[in-house]
T-cell receptor, first 115, second 112 residues
Framework: DGGITQSPKYLFRKEGQNVTLSCEQN?????MYWYRQDPGQGLRLIYY???????QKGDIAEGYSVSREKKESFPLTVTSAQKNPTAFYLC??????????????FGDGTRLSIL | SQQGEEDPQALSIQEGENATMNCSYK?????LQWYRQNSGRGLVHLIL?????REKHSGRLRVTLDTSKKSSSLLITASRAADTASYFC????????????FGKGTLLTVNP
């Protein structure tokens, strides 16, 4: 079955540590996205990528970094510069970038907490 | 910035009743999408309505769009306990390079 796999499901970060969240898709989608969700809130866009080796900042990119070396993979690193990293992180993909009317497909998220 | 805002924030109904959720947004859009999120899970796409469409149906779901009022509604008919979830509207605003902006969601509880 095609889908998006996020790992790990739960992650704990120590002070001053960088952590990397994995996102892999086998939907053959070109575009991938990272969102942050805080309790009782909607999703806020961190980074997005429309094609391999290219990505753009979203609304809240500070303290985060990404790479897109393969079409299937879009890992997110939460750096020590992100002072309030506790949140639910969601990865999504869509078929054709730069095209209207594209639904997004989501993984099941990674919950990040500070130790 | 939050483009879409859902109303109400929370809704509790009995099984078999209809549930209506509303979404208001601020700028012109290419389309508006509704998603469902079960607790602790990712979002699932429910329905997409284009800016030139006024109403769309999918099973027990009915979505309306009024671009003059910049608002949309999602109606779930004959609700079931399994419909308990948070529902989000997301707008694809003109000039946004087709990025989605999500509202804060409506938490729907369907009591058996």
């Amino acid at each position: 079955d095609g889908g998006i796999t996020q790992s790990p499901k739960y992650l704990f970060r120590k002070e001053g540590q960088n952590v990397t969240l994995s996102c892999e898709q086998n939907l053959n989608h070109d575009a991938m996205y990272w969102y942050r969700q805080d309790p009782g809130q909607g999703l806020r866009l961190i980074y997005y990528s429309q094609i391999v080796n290219d990505f753009q900042k979203g609304d809240i990119a500070e303290g985060y970094s990404v790479s897109r070396e393969k079409k299937e993979s879009f890992p997110l690193t939460v750096t020590s510069a992100q002072k309030n990293p506790t949140a639910f992180y969601l990865c999504a993909s869509s078929k054709r970038p730069g095209q209207p009317n594209q639904p997004q497909h989501f993984g099941d998220g990674t919950r990040l907490s500070i130790l | 910035s939050q483009q879409g805002e859902e109303d109400p924030q929370a809704l509790s109904i009995q099984e078999g009743e209809n549930a209506t959720m509303n979404c208001s947004y601020k700028t012109s859009i290419n389309n508006l999408q509704w998603y469902r999120q079960n607790s602790g899970r990712g979002l699932v796409h429910l329905i997409l309505i284009r800016s030139n469409e006024r109403e769309k149906h999918s099973g027990r779901l009915r979505v309306t769009l009024d671009t003059s009022k910049k608002s949309s509604s999602l109606l779930i008919t004959a609700s079931r306990a399994a419909d308990t979830a948070s529902y989000f509207c997301a707008t694809d605003a003109l000039g946004s390079n087709y990025k989605l902006t999500f509202g804060k969601g409506t938490l729907l509880t369907v009591n058996p």
